[in-house]
């Protein structure tokens, strides 16, 4: 058998971008751990000098970060090998309104617009992640305000989560959505999060049948990200 040299490799391309995936979460995991050991080791060296309350509470955002990013990484597995696909009718609009209805508080005021219930076949436990992770990302960036919408276009449901934040250059609104990428620019003064929230979020839309994307806002500022899930027949 002959080979096309003019052919990529998909098998070796895979691999390469298993190694590195797996290259960046080994990273990403040592962090929290080095933190983690300096602060014991620390203790353990000095134990009249430890005010053991602020070391507990820094072991325990240590461990809170390794076990987010264990998670992430076991979803995206999950995602990758196609396991989850027990679909039942959601309703997105419930599921926008679940994560933006509360007490106000500290942050961003964040307003839903959302009429009557826009139906999607989905994995319910899935689709609140999604959800959530463009929430969680847009309250990282927000200087003041979020807008979310919740739309019906034809045979397409659309959610829609626009910030007032520094927005994203356009060269990197596809790089955003890979594993562990983080943009340097003053997006990132806040980081935060795992650096997957918003991988996990496409691979999720992918494994429903949809698509997120980010895409100009009107004003030409802040960002605005895009979520189009086939939308279920409606009722007559």
Do not use: W
Not at 109 to 134: C, K, Q, Y
Request: aromatic share 2%; hydrophobic share 45%.
């Amino acid at each position: 058998m002959t080979v096309d040299p003019a052919r990529p490799d998909r098998s070796a391309e895979r691999d390469l971008a298993e190694r590195r995936f797996a290259a960046a979460a080994a990273h990403e995991l040592r962090t929290p751990l080095a933190g983690l050991r300096a602060e014991l080791e620390e203790a353990r060296m000095h134990p009249g000098e430890t005010d053991l309350p602020l070391l507990l509470d820094a072991a325990l955002r240590n461990v809170a970060r390794l076990e987010a990013l264990a998670a992430d990484l076991l979803l995206l597995t999950e995602l990758t090998e196609r396991t989850c696909v027990r679909h039942r009718p959601v309703d997105l609009a419930a599921v926008a309104r679940a994560h933006t209805d509360g007490e106000p508080g500290p942050g961003p005021d964040i307003r839903l617009s959302a009429g009557a219930p826009i139906v999607v076949h989905a994995v319910p436990t899935l689709l609140d992640r999604l959800v959530a992770n463009l929430l969680d990302n847009a309250r990282r960036y927000a200087l003041r305000s979020i807008q979310v919408e919740v739309v019906r276009n034809g045979t397409t449901a659309e959610l829609i989560v626009t910030d007032d934040g520094p927005g994203i250059p356009a060269l990197d609104r596809e790089r955003i959505f890979e594993r562990f990428f983080r943009l340097d620019d003053a997006r990132c003064r806040r980081r935060g999060g795992t650096g997957l929230g918003l991988s996990v979020a496409r691979d999720i839309a992918h494994a429903h049948n949809g698509t997120l994307h980010v895409e100009d806002t009107a004003s030409g500022a802040g960002a605005r990200f895009v979520l189009r899930l086939p939308a279920a027949a409606p009722r007559s």
